[in-house]
C-alpha cells in the first residue's frame, strides 16, 4: 500500500503527513509522527478521564490532522483507552493502524506489574479485539517481558496470535538488543517501544539495531528535554529560530534523529494536540540538530 501523493494544500490542513512514513513490518505505511492514548485515562492512568468529551475530539481531531497510527494499551485505565478509541472512531477510516499492548497489569493508580503468563496474554488480545471491535489487531505489543515466565514462551505466544491472524505484527517495549535478537527467532518483530527523548539516550544501542534491520522505533514519553529546555538552553534558542515551541523542537529532533522513528506524543487536550502535530512542520537543520544532540 503507497501512501498518497502529499499536496501542500493537505499538508496545511494535516501536517503530519510532512512527517514521513515507516512501513510497519514492511508492508503498511503509517506517518511517523503518531499519537499516544495513554494520557485519555484519569489520573494515575486509571479510570475515566476528568472530560471524555474533550478525549473523544482528541482523538478524532489527531485523524483529522494526519494520524493513523494511534498507540494504546488494555492496561491504559485499565481498558479505558481501548473502549475511547472505538466510541470516538469505529468504524475506523481505512488506513487507521492501531496499535495496543498486554503484559501489565494494574492495581491501583500509577500501579504497573508484569504478568506475561500465555494464557493470560491470550486472554488480553481477546478483551481488545472486542473493545476495539476488530478481528485483527493491527500491532500488538509485549507490554514487559515478564522475568518470572520464561521469554520463550511470551514469544511464542505472540507467534500463535500472528499466525491465527488475531494480529498482524508483534512488538516489544521496554527490551534491549539481546532480548530483541531473541525473539526475532521466535516471532517477526515489527517495533520496538523504549524510553526515549532528548533528557534520556539510554535506549542508543538498541534505536541503532531497530534502524539497522528496519524495525520501528516507537519513543515513549518522547516530550522530555530537561535541562535542556531551560530558558536559554538549546532547545530554547532554536525554538527561538525556527518560531517553534520546544515541544515542537523536541518532537522534530525525534524525527530527524532516524527515520525509523515513530514519536506517539499524547495528550487530552485538542489544543495541545494541535501544537504536537505541528512539530511535523518544524524543519531542523544541520548545525541545530547538531547543538542539540551534543547538549
Not at 15 to 33: I, K, N
Not at 49 to 75: H, M, N
Not at 137 to 150: M, S, T, W, Y
Not at 175 to 183: G, K, M, P, Y
Request: glycine share 8%.
Amino acid at each position: 500500500m503507497t501512501p498518497p501523493t502529499i499536496r501542500a494544500s493537505d499538508v496545511a490542513d494535516r501536517p503530519v503527513l510532512r512527517s514521513g512514513t515507516f512501513a510497519l513490518g514492511g508492508e503498511q505505511p503509517v506517518h511517523r509522527l503518531g499519537f499516544g492514548a495513554m494520557r485519555i485515562t484519569g489520573p494515575g492512568i486509571w479510570g475515566p478521564p476528568a472530560d471524555p468529551d474533550e478525549c473523544i475530539r482528541v482523538l478524532r481531531r489527531a485523524v483529522d490532522l494526519g494520524v493513523d497510527l494511534i498507540d494504546t494499551a488494555d492496561s491504559y485505565g485499565p481498558t479505558v483507552s481501548e473502549e475511547l478509541i472505538h466510541r470516538a472512531l469505529h468504524p475506523y477510516p481505512e488506513g487507521l493502524a492501531i496499535a495496543t499492548k498486554a503484559g501489565l497489569v494494574r492495581t491501583g493508580p500509577d500501579a504497573w506489574h508484569p504478568v506475561g503468563r500465555p494464557e493470560y496474554l491470550r486472554q488480553e488480545c481477546e478483551l481488545s479485539l472486542r473493545r476495539l471491535g476488530v478481528d485483527t489487531i493491527d500491532l500488538f505489543q509485549l507490554h514487559r517481558v515478564d522475568p518470572a515466565v520464561p521469554a520463550a514462551d511470551q514469544f511464542g505466544l505472540l507467534a500463535d496470535l500472528r499466525a491465527e491472524g488475531k494480529v498482524r505484527f508483534v512488538g516489544l517495549s521496554e527490551v534491549d538488543v539481546q532480548t530483541l535478537q531473541a525473539a526475532r527467532t521466535v516471532v517477526p518483530i515489527a517495533t520496538v517501544q523504549n524510553r526515549y527523548n532528548l533528557a534520556d539516550r539510554s535506549s542508543e544501542e538498541i534505536l541503532d539495531r531497530c534502524e539497522a534491520e528496519d524495525i520501528g522505533f516507537i519513543p515513549w514519553f518522547p516530550l522530555a528535554a530537561g535541562d535542556l529546555a531551560r530558558p536559554g538552553g538549546p532547545v530554547d534558542a532554536v525554538a527561538s529560530e525556527t518560531g517553534a515551541t520546544p515541544s515542537q523542537v523536541a518532537l522534530a529532533w525525534l524525527l530527524r534523529r532516524s527515520p525509523v522513528m515513530l514519536p506517539i506524543p499524547g495528550t487530552s487536550s485538542v489544543d495541545h494536540l494541535q501544537e504536537n502535530c505541528g512539530a511535523a512542520l518544524v524543519e531542523l537543520d544541520d548545525t541545530q540538530m547538531d547543538r542539540i544532540s551534543a547538549a
